[in-house]
């Protein structure tokens, strides 16, 4: 996407004042900022399987860091290579998942 691009759908200043004002006056927002152009192009798209690339930037880590997780909970791993060769490999949703419910610690 080119820069002006993207600089055209972001709001504008006297948009955002006029939202804060509308928020502190207990107004509802006005519709043009009903929605965020932001949220609408990072909508979630269901995938049944991640990268390890996709993983480390979901779980905010290295692609390493992915690596020794998934060793650790002996995941299964798809890969597309003959043995001993490097290539791009996936894991399915339900293994990620999983690793998310156990690795993840409760907010208190």
Known sequence: MPANRALEQLPSYDSIFKARLALKAGKPLPAERQTSPVKSQTAHIHQDFFSFGELAH????????????LRLVNAKVLDFSPRG?????AVSLKTVLEIENRLSKPLR
């Open 85 to 89: 060769r490097r290539s791009r490999k």
């Open 58 to 69: 979901r779980w905010r880590c290295s692609r390493g860091t992915v690596y020794n997780r």
